[in-house]
């Protein structure tokens, strides 16, 4: 080979181009160096590149159109009250949703207090039983000067006047409500907490449009709070701030029952669940970035280190590196901007795709609406990612190429050892940081740790993994010995030492991006099956006696049971007894679950909490509680000790009577558990009992007492099975906008592995042509590519189901910050059954897809080409 | 009569509408045991000789026999059988499998033709042995000099005992000590097993290691002269 050539291949108009370029300009240099790159070869990397490049942004696109959705218009919502009365304050209550309206009163006239019923619910016509989610919201005019200009007084007080009479609470809907809903003026409708409610006047007001989409529905206060079944309480008290300390004063007027804060247009269930839906998306996107400019870089680095000898030619033909840098970069932005046309439409789609798993099923029953929206800022942003996400993955492989003089670049030799071999000590790091993310999330879930460690612990262990993976994977390879007996077996074994051989790291990050993948959709299912198994703990408590009627599973919403329904159904022929349930919110993410602790009933919470809070259960009195284990560590107290908690007469402080690990979930759970006697609940946070234990007489079925209920009213009836059914059901459609993540990593993994194999195939032209000359039959070839596909599957699998079974054994060790629970690990058969079978199509398709071409190889090239 | 015969064999390449005679009406014969050494400048057509010999590439004229079989007129199946059994390679960049030890790399075609490994092993180490390679049966290629790798590359054309090797540059990446070495080696072997040698170098130095020399000038054969 000859110097000035600077591909064996090239044609001398090639040479002439790039030559006379680097004497002319930067610019013509640029596009030379571009058109001798792409002009034979290159193109397919060029189109790895584009495909890793575009894919990964996809997913990002779609990540932050979801966030730009879901979790932005809450965010939102704090500024655009706020915006129209910087002064705005709101007072609410630090326990559940609801404060007593006489608390008004307790605010003095200077601080123009305003109450306020409502939240988030869905709203049923009666007639047609459509059903959409709205904010509800109960006020008078004064309010308009709080939240903004609605034309109160043109739009609803007028109308509430002058607007036909119907039977119950009157509300006001927006037009776009009542179009949804298909009711006009005097229809009827149902709401959460059972009351009869009817249209009274439709508002045609486009400045609602901005709040919930404009599903909105007003009515007057104490009104609104009878539809949710709170009749003489407030779930938000707003004040026009006089200055000084408001803070203080609303501390000092309600004794931390009550707290001041910025209105933010959330309920207490909302933050903490989009707290959480903005860290698991800012997760997905960092991994989907960390994806994207894997599939780059990886191919880049296949380009990289083939253009050795070629960026040595251009050096020594006078060169520097600055510019032959530059030359790259503009490479990687150019490919960048070919990604970002794929990743735009794709992104696009995918995150329609995500919003719709969102709006159908986590958020179905909060009452919340969506609007998809895909803003223009987002797609120019993306569009810029994917140009820099080029750029850096064209420049890192370079940078390490540049490491060496051209002389070793000239003289350099294919055949090196693979270095993930001598890499022991990094295998072990690694290991322990996957170690370190576990010991985390046992951390956070025993309460020991602060709860936003559980995030760093997901990133840990991620990082851990594929390390471990990309370092172990190809050793284990490469370390395996082969048969001396069986030929098949030898030959297949030396095929995919030597296949893998030719570009370890690759392989390496093959199996780490393709048992990512997998262990995401093990550990995740692993962790939905785990927390299923606790629905059916639950339940079981239920026998052929015992039903459970209230709310439906899963509604998140806090409306009591209307306590006319609740003597209805006490005096049901059917009925023996019943025995009431409920449970609260508190400040600070406590959960309070209160149950009679004298009655056979108990057995029905003494199932979920274990060991000693079970014994002593008995002891539940006046001042005492059970604890959470997680609550418990988290407040450094045990049994004996005492906490402090806000209740309706001040904070109170409580006896810590038992300490338990909760095996069984709520609905609305989260974090910390106070376990505590109703009786005591009632008196402490005036707790509204929201469901009944019923014990039936022999004979009766849960169909029985459901026809025995009047019309209306929403109150759900389960027995054993069906409320296992509907447990595991909200479980699975909670869960499946996650799953949805993790499938859309799946699939971006199983495309990466894809474009790995394609290329690697490509990279082993000149071996094949080698085995070929030697008598390697086409069978054998294609018998040597399945082999790779069944190592490349088998490690894939061996890794992700290893590392997902971690995952999720982690995840549920920290599922008390996230469900208040810490169910048992379930391992998921099935999700293995499934990955296994994915990872397995996925190299098979990546396997076969150059056997078309198989025939088609030139053996002669590939033999000559240096 | 010959063991490969080339007969009246012409092969033309286009780059874009400029053809190319590679070979033009060649002619030629290699008898058992014959050493011979091809040579010419880049360009001539040494490698495509090569090539057409072994059954790679087609020519649009003449014919190749080996042991008075038309090569081109076998199946697919039965010029891979050939390959196997008959024919031997090596070439200037070894082409060995990285990640395979010397003795593995040997004993690959053996395995690839059927024999047990185990047994492949023996026969690939007695065969390196006998190339002074006893004490790197387990190196890897990156562990090997260059012209150690070579001999490897030998080893693995001869282990199979085929009646012609046909060697591409040999010594093209080799220096001239371990150059000289190997076409030594390749004498050596071609007298010991009677296996017959065709070898194309641009190296002038390796004609007086063959039996017969022939030189290719753009495709023309010009000479058939025995050394």
Known sequence: ?866 | MGLLCLDGVSKTYASGSLRVGALVDVSMQVVPGEFVVVTGPSGSGKSTLLHVAAGLDRPEAGSVTLDGTDVYAMSERRRLQLRRKDLGFVHQFFNLLAPLSAVENVALPLVLAGVRPDDARVEAEVVLARLGLADRFGHKPAELSGGQQQRVAIARAVVHRPRLVLADEPTGNLDSKAGAGVLALLSELSEELGVAVLLVTHDASAVSFGDRHVALTDGYLLSGARV
């Not at chain 1, 058109?35 to 696109?61: C, N």
């Not at chain 1, 064209?394 to 070793?408: D, I, K, N, Y």
């Not at chain 1, 450094?636 to 908690?645: A, F, P, Q």
């Not at chain 1, 490509?762 to 071996?767: G, V």
Request: hydrophobic share 50%.
């Open chain 1, 1 to 866: 080979m000859t110097l000035i050539e600077v591909r064996p291949h090239r044609t001398e108009g090639d040479r002439d181009q790039l030559g006379g370029a680097l004497r002319r300009s930067r610019w013509a240099w640029l596009v030379a160096w571009q058109w001798v790159h792409w002009r034979h070869l290159d193109w397919r990397r060029g189109l790895a590149v584009v495909l890793g490049l575009g894919v990964g942004t996809a997913a990002i696109l779609a990540v932050l159109i979801l966030h730009d959705s879901i979790v932005a218009p809450f965010e939102a919502l704090d500024g655009r009250i706020h915006s129209v009365n910087p002064d705005a304050v709101v007072v609410r209550s630090r326990i559940g949703n609801w404060m007593p309206a006489e608390d008004l009163r307790l605010l003095p006239e200077s601080f123009q207090p305003v109450p306020v019923a409502g939240g988030f619910a869905d709203v049923v016509a009666e007639g047609s039983g459509s059903q959409v989610g709205a904010l509800v919201i109960g006020s008078d005019c004064r309010v308009e000067r709080l939240l903004g200009d609605f034309d109160c007084e043109g739009n609803l007080k007028a109308n509430l006047e002058d607007a036909p009479a119907g039977v119950g609470v009157p509300v006001a809907l927006t037009a776009r409500l009542a179009g949804a809903l298909g009711v006009g003026e005097g229809d009827r409708l149902v709401f959460p907490g059972g009351q009869d409610a009817f249209v009274q006047a439709v508002l045609d007001d486009s400045r609602l449009d901005q709040v919930n989409s404009g599903y909105l529905a007003v009515g007057e206060v104490m009104g609104v709070a009878e539809l949710f079944g709170h009749p003489d309480e407030l779930s938000a008290i707003y004040l026009s701030s006089p200055g000084g300390d408001i803070e203080a004063d609303v501390a000092a007027t309600f004794g931390g029952r009550a707290e001041a804060m910025r209105p933010n247009g959330r309920s207490r269930y909302l933050v903490p669940a989009l707290e959480n839906l903005r860290r698991f998306l800012v997760l997905g996107g960092m991994v989907a970035a960390a994806l994207a400019v894997f599939l780059g870089a990886s191919v880049f680095v296949t380009a990289a280190v083939e253009r050795r000898r070629q960026i040595a030619t251009v050096e020594l033909l006078g060169e520097s590196r600055r510019r032959l840098f530059v030359g790259f970069m503009a490479e990687g932005a150019m490919l960048g901007v070919a990604g970002a046309a794929v990743a735009l439409p794709v992104g696009v789609v995918l995150g329609r795709w995500l919003i719709g798993l969102f709006t159908a099923n986590l958020l179905d029953g909060t009452g919340v609406h969506l609007d998809y929206q895909v803003p223009y800022r987002l797609l120019v942003g993306c569009a810029v990612l994917a140009v820099g996400l080029g750029v850096v993955a064209a420049v890192v492989p370079v940078l390490s190429v540049f490491r060496q003089s051209p002389a070793e670049m000239l003289a350099h030799n294919r055949t090196r050892e693979y270095a993930g071999l001598a890499k022991g000590s990094w295998s072990v790091l690694f290991a322990l940081l996957c170690a370190g993310g576990v010991g985390l999330m046992y951390g956070a879930g025993s309460g020991r740790l602060p709860e936003v460690v559980v995030y760093g612990a997901h990133v840990l262990f991620i990082a851990g993994a594929i390390g471990v993976t990309v370092l172990l994977a190809p050793r284990l390879v490469l370390r395996l010995p082969r048969p001396t007996r069986g030929r098949r077996l030898h030959l297949a074994t030396s095929f995919v030492q030597t296949d893998l051989g030719l570009a370890p790291w690759r392989t390496g990050f093959t199996v780490a991006i393709l048992s990512a993948g997998v262990s995401l959709l093990v550990g995740l299912n692993g962790l939905l099956v785990s927390l299923q198994a606790t629905v059916e703990h639950r339940a079981v408590v239920l026998d052929d006696r015992l039903l459970l009627l209230g709310r439906a599973v899963g509604d998140p919403t806090e409306h009591a049971l209307d306590p006319d329904l609740v003597a209805h159904i006490e005096g049901l022929p059917q009925v023996e007894a019943v025995s009431p349930l409920a449970e609260t919110a508190l400040a600070g993410k406590t959960t309070v679950f209160a149950y009679p602790a004298e009655t056979h009933r108990s057995r029905f919470v003494l199932t979920g909490t274990g060991g000693e809070a079970a014994g002593q259960a008995a002891a539940l009195g006046a001042g005492k509680v059970l604890l959470s284990r997680f609550a418990a560590n988290s407040w450094g107290v045990g049994v004996g000790d005492t906490i402090t908690l806000p209740t309706r007469a001040g904070s109170r402080q409580l006896e810590v009577a038992g300490v338990g690990d909760l095996l069984m979930g709520s609905d609305n759970g989260y974090g910390k558990v106070v376990v505590a006697d109703i009786g005591i609940a009632r008196d402490l946070w005036g707790i509204r009992d929201t469901s009944l234990l019923v014990a039936t007489k022999p004979a009766t079925h849960a169909a029985d007492i459901a026809q025995a209920l009047p019309a209306r009213g929403r109150v759900h009836v389960y027995d054993r099975q069906t409320m296992t059914e509907a447990g595991q059901l909200h479980l699975r459609r909670g869960f499946s906008p996650v799953l949805g993540v993790g499938w859309m990593m799946l699939a971006i993994a199983a495309i990466g592995v894809l474009l790995m194999l394609v290329l690697t195939l490509w990279d082993r032209r000149r071996q094949r042509a080698a085995l070929r000359q030697l008598g390697m039959s086409y069978p054998q070839e294609l018998w040597a590519l399945l082999a790779d596909a069944a190592m490349l599957t088998f490690l894939a699998v061996l890794f992700g189901t290893t590392g997902g079974l971690i995952y999720g054994w982690g995840n549920t060790l920290a599922g008390p910050v996230l469900f208040s629970i810490s169910p048992p690990f379930t391992i998921p058969w099935h999700a293995i059954a499934v990955a296994t079978a994915i990872a397995a199509a996925v190299c098979l398709i990546g396997a076969l897809l150059p056997i078309a071409s198989t025939r088609r190889f030139d053996t002669l090239n590939a033999l000559n080409d240096d």
